[in-house]
């Protein structure tokens, strides 16, 4: 799977604190859109970014790399690279101490490379498995820890839902079973997300339209009444064997909210999970200690709008005592709404970046935090933790909207104030 430079030799265009990538395709075909964006902090100086894009010849995978050569001066250390096309379907980049790592999933199948510099490897059983959703993060031991959603095909009754843990360290690949979930929906549409802890991994998982039917190592679980489905955290230590052991866990029941019930997408505010931020279209705040009734709304009425891709909030612990939640907002957008016959639907071309700071209480501050709002039309956003200061990367969408004409542009920007504030 040798890579293919897309742009063969681009700095960007550079500000303090920022940087943008035109996606132009040169050499290549121009994409249409893009599906999935995800990015980690390698070390103190480079940020690794990879990207699901949509085009003429299929789904396609991308990976760049940001440098930070000095404080506030961004640069392109390794330019828009092709690692695959085909039916790929959704991509996670981590990395920790200099190392980084690749999660994909392509025609259903579970592909990592961990390091980056180690060849590839199926996690999922072929034919037997498929991928629903999943997530990795690199451990305090140096170990990558991959959560993953599957539909298990069972000889001689139906297919179940599992929920799996893999543990990849050098050569060893360790897989832990975590539980069962039923097929009532057969989607999963949320990213599970995934905090690090001092000896493994928080795990959030948003199951809207399913429920928990079995826990490993736990005998009896009770029912929950919810018809919009369930919120599940765990907490998870890697064993003496190198695999995943469930400390603890807790299932809470969904509020019956339209929004919650249709997200594709969601963040927990901090590493208690006591909230989490989500909803489609509109953004709201929701208390997963009681049954998750919404305590507040982010989001404009209309919200991330017809945005499909993934994700369109995030959220990222500053202090002890609050929280950063940016989301992508199409209000303005959709006030160039035409009502004449054939008009689109703006708010399918991406929209503005929006945050508030939400405390450790669930309270929304109601002012935007410095650099918000961010005019732009963002398709997709991350939000990452780069030494100490918090960093926001999108795409936006091209200048043609939501008819995916002219071309796409890849957005970095360092906030400006420190974590710890």
Known sequence: ???????????????????????????????????????????????????????????????????????????????????????????????????????????????????????????SV???????????????????????VLIQAQEMARPTIELVGYVVDGEAITTS????????????????????TDDGVGVGLLLTGNRVIRIAQSDTLQPLESSTGEFLALHL?????????????RRVPLADDHDLAYANHFAVVDSTMRFLVGGRPQVKIFETATSNPAIGQLSSAIGSGSISNRPTVQAMTLSDSTSLVPWIDTARQLESLSLSEGASDPTMGGGDLQARIVTRDGKILPDAPPGFPIQTSAQCLNLVDWNGRPAIVWVAASSGGALGLGVPSLHIKLLPFLQGR
């Open 1 to 123: 799977m040798a890579s293919v430079a897309l742009i063969a030799s681009c700095g960007g265009e550079r500000r303090e604190n920022s940087l943008v990538v035109p996606l132009d395709g040169r050499g290549s075909i121009r994409p249409t859109s893009i599906k999935q964006l995800s990015s980690a902090a390698i070390d103190s100086t480079r940020l690794s970014i990879a990207w699901v894009d949509k085009s003429s010849e299929g789904n396609r995978l991308w990976t760049c790399r940001v440098r930070q050569a000095q404080p506030g001066n961004l640069q392109i250390d390794d330019p828009p690279s092709l690692i695959e096309h085909g039916r790929i379907q959704s991509v996670t980049v981590f990395g920790a101490g200099g190392r980084e790592g690749l999660l994909y999933t392509k025609s259903d199948q579970l592909l990592c490379r961990w390091p980056r510099t180690e060849p590839f490897r199926t996690l």
């Open 126 to 148: 072929p034919i037997k498995q498929s991928v629903m959703s999943s997530g990795a993060i690199v451990s305090t031991s140096n170990k990558a820890i991959i959560i993953a």
């Open 177 to 196: 079973p975590l539980a069962t979930l039923s097929i009532v929906a057969n989607r999963i549409q949320s990213l599970p997300q995934l905090l690090p």
């Open 237 to 249: 230590a890697v064993g003496r064997d190198g695999g995943l052991v469930i400390e603890r866990y």
